[in-house]
């Protein structure tokens, strides 16, 4: 996640080195799942279902529970709309399980 700090600190940089542009939005848990969901072409039920790393999960929410702050998820478009990917479903599944309202997420956008 240190490219992504690295990101947010030097955004000027980022804009112009590296062609892509950011801001973080607050998100609902179930809102960035869904972002997810349409960019893979598939439900969030599917998502929330298909938890084939249950021990992730586990390992997160106990982490989380305890105080600790998870690293913020991604998700990334082109300047189209386009989605491209994202880092982040199970952190978004745990804050969902914690009944947080909102999340932060990191949206990038890809200029080139």
């Known amino acids: 996640m240190d490219y992504y700090d690295n990101m947010i ?41 298909d938890r084939k790393d249950m021990d992730k999960i586990r390992r997160l929410y106990t982490y989380a529970r305890n105080g600790n702050q998870l690293p913020m998820p991604f998700i990334k478009y082109s300047k189209e709309g386009k989605f491209l990917g994202q880092e982040g479903i199970h952190r978004a599944i745990v804050a969902l399980e914690l009944g947080e309202e909102t999340i932060p997420v990191l949206v990038i956008t890809v200029l080139n």
């Open 9 to 49: 600190n030097k955004k000027e940089y980022f804009e112009k080195a590296h062609g892509l542009t950011f801001e973080i939005k607050k998100m609902a848990p179930m809102e960035y799942l869904y972002e997810c969901a349409v960019g893979f072409k598939t439900t969030v039920k599917y998502l929330l279902r």
